[in-house]
């Protein structure tokens, strides 16, 4: 039998001996792609590659990529513990040509792997192509030999030409084209029908693998358009090819989940609950989320309350309260991580930072502290048998005891309730708006600073490198660091940065390094020449002498400078009109 080891080693190995160039995951965090939340798909890091902005030494590549899809277009967070495919975290085996082969060689090396190195039997594996593909189509039947009979056609000729299941696109924008899908077929013990079938999302029969016609690339107005070559991207998920292989039907039953879902039994008995069912749901939930909190934080973010920190933030509580949910009363979940990386340690060395481990014992100290009462009052609203939770509750549960939306959610589900998401919505914006109408004023007050004056360069330059933090404030008092998801003013040496005058308002943008990022929502004069910038602490940690690179957002700065200029001669065109008295 195959060990996911294995098949990971076989698949780069034989696509290496195809002429494949064996690349290094990314990280799944992705490289200056603002399109991206986290790395989905193998192809992500070979975007500019697809799109003839970027050249490298080789015109076929192959890897394993690591990916997390829990926000934003991709998004299987809600769907784990509850199917058997779905994970927060997973490898994506891939193989790409840029410009090179095209859709006869990328099916006829699918075709070779699978049943040739594999050994699984041709007459088990049925394909898909897009309904207008009629190459594909004849490759696959011509070529290499499969059946018509197994040969589905999929894609609505009569509408959209390109918003069909197999037409593949990786977001909104960016690279595209019809794709054509391997299917393993379990068997007829298993309920199910073959795809494009009423019975479709049935066990039987389970995709594997995704070959994808690389031809077009969508612009923002959803226009296609030729890319420079044809070129092929291919995925097949690691955990699901090595179900088939090792002959189980969930992914959580493969040789890698198996150990690590008995390292979480372990964690959480010893953490107080007792004989848990080792089959049961939440082990499978925890056993997923702390791979992808691993992986996420050895890749550099951190918990908090925005973008990809706050994603981090939903998984690890939501694996958290799962423990909570099997009776586990002490810290566990930071545990794990050395499971995780006993597993997966070999393939990614990065597992083996103990910082992983202190960043997820540190939330897990912040949330255990108020799980219990959060759960509490969440019991005590679902007593009364509705059937939807209110938008209030739930922001409350949010606001206060650091309960993700989503997770409320999660244990609604378990009851048979929704959740007044529109209502949760409102309350939130509620909330944003009156600290927006504060927040300035609030941060300004009383701000003491002794320091030298601000060295403003904003007319010259719009980025800045080497500005030092001289000050930072929290809640109206001076500190030496700030964490992730802290509200702060920073005072730095230089900056690009206008401070609100003369009736401008100030310039917002963001100071980056390698482990920080600090959104800039505004920037105000705490004296005449001290600028400070109200700061929200996104990614990282700050701390007094630290370096950063600020760039200052040059749409708001241009936009708000016109404005600026248009008041002054509307002010001047009243004055005319009406009178001097015109303020």
């Avoid at 899908?181 to 007829?188: A, K, L, R, S, V």
């Avoid at 791979?291 to 951190?302: E, K, V, Y």
């Avoid at 007050?445 to 933090?469: M, R, S």
């Amino acid at each position: 039998m195959f060990t996911a080891s294995e098949i990971r080693s076989t698949f780069l190995k034989f696509m290496e001996s195809k002429g494949h160039t064996i690349v290094a995951s990314s990280p799944v965090v992705p490289g200056d792609d603002p399109t991206l939340l986290f790395t989905n798909a193998g192809m992500n890091q070979f975007k500019d590659v697809f799109l003839g902005f970027d050249k490298r030494p080789y015109k076929r590549a192959t890897t394993s990529q690591k990916c997390v899809r829990a926000g934003g277009k991709h998004n299987d967070l809600e769907n784990v513990g509850y199917t058997a495919r779905h994970h927060t975290f997973f490898e994506m085996l891939g193989n790409f040509s840029f410009g090179d082969y095209f859709k006869r060689d990328a099916i006829k090396n699918a075709w070779e792997l699978l049943t040739k190195h594999f050994m699984l039997p041709e007459e088990k594996l049925w394909v898909t192509v897009y309904a207008e593909d009629d190459e594909a189509y004849d490759i696959w039947n011509k070529e290499v030999g499969v059946p018509a009979e197994r040969i589905v056609r999929i894609g609505d000729n009569k509408g959209a030409r390109y918003a069909s299941d197999n037409f593949w696109m990786m977001g909104d924008t960016g690279p595209c084209g019809p794709c054509s899908e391997i299917f393993y077929d379990h068997g007829e013990e298993v309920a199910g029908g073959p795809p494009g079938s009423p019975d479709e999302d049935g066990d039987r029969y389970i995709e594997i693998w995704n070959l994808v016609f690389m031809q077009y690339n969508r612009d923002d107005k959803g226009e296609m358009h030729l890319l420079p070559k044809p070129s092929v991207d291919t995925g097949m998920g690691l955990e699901r090819i090595s179900a088939v292989l090792q002959h189980v039907h969930s992914n959580y039953e493969i040789d890698l989940f198996q150990n690590l879902m008995k390292a979480v039994k372990e964690a959480v008995e010893a953490a107080g609950a007792e004989n848990v069912d080792p089959n049961s749901p939440s082990l499978k939930v925890i056993a997923d989320h702390i791979r992808a909190c691993s992986f996420i934080i050895a890749d550099g973010i951190l918990p908090g309350n925005e973008g990809r920190s706050y994603v981090l933030r939903r998984i690890a509580r939501r694996g958290m309260r799962h423990g909570f949910k099997l009776g586990a009363r002490s810290l566990f979940f930071n545990t794990l991580v050395k499971a995780v990386a006993k597993e997966m340690g070999q393939q990614y060395p990065e597992l083996s930072n103990p910082r992983i481990q202190e960043v997820l014992r540190q939330e897990e100290v912040r949330f255990s502290q108020t799980l219990a009462k959060g759960l509490e009052i969440l019991n005590e609203a679902l007593a009364n048998g509705e059937k939807l939770l209110s938008g209030d509750v739930a922001f409350k549960l949010h606001d206060t005891y650091g309960f993700p939306v989503d997770l409320t959610a999660d244990v609604c589900r378990e009851r048979g309730v929704a959740v007044d998401i529109e209502g949760f919505d409102a309350a939130m914006a509620k909330q944003r708006e009156l600290a927006r109408s504060q927040g300035k004023f609030k941060m300004a007050q009383g701000l003491d600073y002794a320091g030298a004056p601000t060295n403003f360069l904003g007319y010259e330059t719009l980025t800045v490198h080497g500005c030092k933090v001289e000050a930072i404030y929290k809640d109206g008092e001076i500190v030496d660091e700030a964490e992730s998801g802290d509200e702060v003013v920073v005072v730095f040496d230089k900056t690009p940065f206008y401070a609100e005058s003369g009736g401008q308002v100030g310039d917002q943008g963001q100071f980056k390094n390698k482990t920080t990022i600090l959104k800039v929502d505004d920037t105000f004069k705490i004296k005449a020449d001290v600028f400070g910038h109200m700061c929200y602490v996104a990614e990282g940690s700050v701390k007094l002498g630290d370096l950063f690179t600020a760039t200052v957002n040059e749409d708001i700065r241009a936009a708000t400078a016109r404005n600026h200029s248009v008041t002054h001669l509307m002010h001047k065109a009243l004055r005319e009109v009406l009178g001097s008295h015109v303020q």
